[in-house]
């Protein structure tokens, strides 16, 4: 899926976003695969707690981008840092009712945590309902 970006002033490009293979520029491929290092056997971010030289986070399951300054805590954004590039927008509210609507879970980390479908654990459940 296309997104079209802000690049500054009037200024857009459309460029393909929804995937962390689709960068907008060099700075923002650096922190999401340059810190490679910083991943799990599957490929998915460890956090910045493991991985200091991390401060993005991307967060397949929300189509999330986050920026963590500390270890501590993080922000999500809608702009990369390097280039003002806006993110596609992010699912994390959209992932609860979804839940809710279609499975009638309504407390995906607790109670109905275990009603929670695999592909929810991923960016599968948007890819497959074309979000």
Same mark, same amino acid.
């Given at each position: ?47 910045? /707690? ?7 986070? !991307? ?5 999330? !981008?986050?920026?963590?300054? /500390?270890?501590?805590?993080? !922000? ?39 009603? /929670? ?15």
């Amino acid at each position: 899926m296309t997104r079209v970006l802000n690049l500054g002033g009037n200024e857009e490009q459309e460029m393909g976003l929804d995937d962390p293979g689709h960068y907008c520029c060099e700075g923002l491929r650096y922190q999401l695969v340059g810190t490679a290092n910083c991943r799990d056997p599957e490929g998915h971010s460890t956090g910045t /707690v493991q991985c200091p030289k991390q401060v993005v986070i !991307y967060i397949a399951q929300y189509r999330e !981008y986050q920026i963590s300054p /500390v270890k501590l805590y993080s !922000y999500t954004i809608q702009h990369c840092p390097w280039c003002g590039a806006r993110f596609p927008e992010e699912l994390r509210e959209k992932w609860f009712d979804v839940l809710e609507a279609e499975f009638g879970i309504k407390d995906p980390f607790f109670e109905g945590r275990a009603r /929670v479908p695999d592909e929810f654990r991923s960016d599968q459940w948007w890819k497959k309902r074309g979000l």
